[in-house]
């Protein structure tokens, strides 16, 4: 550490030059990691709300109590807006990411197992779903069973089945996937696993602020949360398709039961009785604050408006794609996540020529192709994402550059 600090004009200057060098986060040329909204008003809410909240910590309910009841409205909204009856008491918590959520709902999944006499239960993980299963194999001491996709990059229920044992704590739906956008056979999934009295997991992770809305504007989408029969546990981002900056997701359950053992309790601490609902101990305010206040100022008619704008950007890109040669998407995409695939050309040039064009369009490795999540906030760009893209293709040949590793971006 410095001795002497640096003035604050110096360091915002430093901190300028230093963004500078990394994607602008608003200019809509990622396609993941950020979701730009294209919504200025919602920013400024964002950014007031995060104002008041900047030192808060929802660590402590006793001590901030309205902090913890706006996370209770928040849990609230989100479970009913995903199925969960009305009137009945919403379970779950805020934590700070999709990671940490499918974290929570793997554990609770093995203390269930575990109270079932497993002592190393196993969780059913389809080929497609979140690097976030084996994080939680890793942490939690459960073994992790890799279930392949069918011809239609869809989980495939049939091997599900096959695959579950007597030490299966949880099978894992995705509604939709990461890799391909596509939505997991999730009633078929939860069916299996309720026939064999196991849990079911939906990571809607991506879909929870898409798929409700989808729905709404008529859409064909197959049921994918607690109104499935089976489905136990419901992870749900707001920090993605919920516009608001990261730190911000929730673990559902079905059951009040279920809840209880995501949850940590120690009391053998001169400093009194610990409790936490979530991995981490103190919690940020302002990811609450920010979604309570993004959710009820949008509610449902402004997220479904912002889904039929998005729509609109997803089926530009689509037709676009339709029409250049030799590239087709990868299965059927529900909504905003879309991957392409070739057999003629080298995909993996074509996004190096959009990269020096300013697009960072993201590898796949499996199959080898290009991902792309698109956000409300490409509207703007659209028409030239696929102009330069239409180029791109033009440039790159069949020749496919030596594999290299993909990385998640
Ligand atoms: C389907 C799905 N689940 C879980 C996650 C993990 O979320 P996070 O990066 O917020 O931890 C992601 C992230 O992209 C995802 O796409």
């Known amino acids: 550490m410095r001795e002497p600090g640096i003035d604050r004009d110096t360091l915002l200057e430093q901190l300028s030059a230093r963004q ?41 309910p006793f001590r901030f109590p309205e902090l913890a009841g706006l996370e209770r409205e928040v849990v609230d909204s989100v479970a009913s807006l995903l199925g969960r009856p009305a009137g009945e008491r919403p379970v779950g918590a805020m934590t700070s990411g999709g990671t940490e959520s499918i974290l929570l709902a793997m554990l609770a999944h093995r203390e269930r197992a575990r109270r079932r006499g497993i002592e190393r239960p196993e969780i059913i993980v389809p080929q497609s779903a979140h690097p976030a299963y084996a994080k939680a194999a890793h942490y939690f001491d459960l073994d992790l069973v890799h279930v392949p996709l069918d011809e239609h990059w869809r989980a495939d229920t049939g091997a599900i089945r096959k695959a579950i044992t007597g030490r299966t704590a949880v099978v894992v739906a995705s509604a939709f996937c990461y890799p391909y956008g596509v939505m997991d056979p999730v009633a078929e999934i939860a069916g299996a696993a309720a026939d064999a009295g196991v849990g079911c997991h939906v990571d809607a992770c991506i879909g929870a602020f898409v798929l409700p809305f989808l729905e709404r504007l008529g859409h064909d989408v197959p049921p994918f949360d607690f109104r499935v029969p089976g489905v136990t546990t419901i992870s749900a981002d707001v920090h993605k398709y919920g516009y608001v900056p990261k730190g911000a997701s929730l673990v559902l359950h079905r059951d009040d039961d279920w809840f209880e053992l995501q949850g940590f309790l120690y009391d053998q601490w001169g400093a009194g009785i610990y409790g936490s609902a979530a991995i981490a101990g103190a919690r940020p305010a302002s990811p609450v604050a920010c979604s309570w206040a993004v959710i009820n100022h949008l509610g449902i008619e402004g997220y479904t408006e912002i889904v039929s704008g998005l729509m609109e950007v997803v089926s530009k890109v689509r037709s676009a794609v339709a029409e250049i040669d030799g590239i087709e998407l990868v299965g059927d995409p529900i909504g905003p996540v879309l991957a392409l695939q070739s057999e003629t050309l080298d995909l993996y040039a074509v996004a190096e020529t959009m990269e020096d064009r300013g697009w960072y369009l993201n590898k796949l490795t499996s199959p080898r192709g290009l991902h792309l999540m698109l956000s409300p906030g490409h509207a703007a760009v659209v028409d030239q994402l696929i102009s330069d893209l239409v180029e791109a293709v033009k440039t790159a040949d069949g020749a496919p550059t030596p594999q290299e590793t993909a990385r998640y971006s």
Do not use: M, T, W
């Not at 986060?25 to 809410?45: C, I, Q, T, W």
């Open 20 to 60: 500078a060098l990394e994607p602008d986060v608003h200019a809509a040329k990622l396609f993941g990691l950020v979701y730009p909204s294209g919504r200025p008003d919602l920013e400024e809410l964002i950014a007031a709300v995060n104002a008041r909240y900047l030192f808060g910590n929802a660590l402590n």
